[in-house]
């Protein structure tokens, strides 16, 4: 905003702000997410998606006002 425009309404600072994690999984993998850790206690089988739930996709926003 302009600086004029946050004078007017007495803010001297204005941030606003986002984030988004795991936003979305470009790729040809067919389970749910290829970064799980689904493992057993079975050396063998190190890696291997045993239907486990996707990491949650989280998203942060904020104001930072200073008058």
């Known amino acids: 905003m302009p600086a004029k ?3 007017r309404i007495k803010i001297s600072t204005l941030r606003v702000f986002g984030t988004v ?3 979305a999984t470009l790729t ?3 389970g ?3 970064d ?3 493992r ?8 291997v ?3 486990a739930y996707p990491r949650s996709r989280t998203w942060v ?6 008058f």
Not at 61 to 66: A, E, K, L, Q
């Open 5 to 7: 425009v946050l004078s």
């Open 21 to 23: 994690n795991n936003l």
């Open 28 to 30: 040809n993998y067919t």
């Open 32 to 34: 749910y997410d290829p």
């Open 36 to 38: 799980v850790t689904a």
């Open 40 to 47: 057993r206690s079975d050396p063998l089988t190190p890696g």
């Open 49 to 51: 998606d045993f239907a």
């Open 61 to 66: 926003f904020g104001v930072n006002v200073t």
